[in-house]
Nanobody, 121 residues
Framework: QVQLVESGGGSVQPGGSLRLSCLASGNIFRIYTVAWYRQAPGKQRELVAIVTSGGSPNYADSVKGRFTISRDNAKNTVYLQMNSLKPEDTAVYYC???????????????WGQGIQVTVSS
């Protein structure tokens, strides 16, 4: 089985920065597309950033220029660097990854448990 665990969340003032990490563990053979989503109370979950194995990242317009998604394949970790944070960035952030295992070679999507990011004065 594959588990995704987010870390690095917390509270920060507007204009501050946070870096979220998502560590994938288990019988991983390869991680393909990775993404970050977020969901605020009463709102639909939205895609924040996404990147494929070798492609360029894509971002929601609301975070473009402020957030950066990256990955360290050797560590099975994906990051979301968040700069110039705004109150509207407050949400639970989820990492998502398409992964195949050593026994199941068809990739499937996995979700992390979510981590709170709060931006307020």
């Amino acid at each position: 089985q594959v588990q995704l665990v987010e870390s690095g969340g917390g509270s920060v003032q507007p204009g501050g920065s946070l870096r979220l990490s998502c560590l994938a563990s288990g019988n991983i053979f390869r991680i393909y597309t990775v993404a970050w989503y977020r969901q605020a109370p009463g709102k639909q979950r939205e895609l924040v950033a996404i990147v494929t194995s070798g492609g360029s990242p894509n971002y929601a317009d609301s975070v473009k220029g402020r957030f950066t998604i990256s990955r360290d394949n050797a560590k099975n970790t994906v990051y979301l660097q968040m700069n110039s944070l705004k109150p509207e960035d407050t949400a639970v952030y989820y990492c998502n990854a398409y992964v195949n295992t050593v026994t199941t070679m068809t990739p499937r999507g996995y979700w992390g448990q979510g981590i709170q990011v709060t931006v307020s004065s």
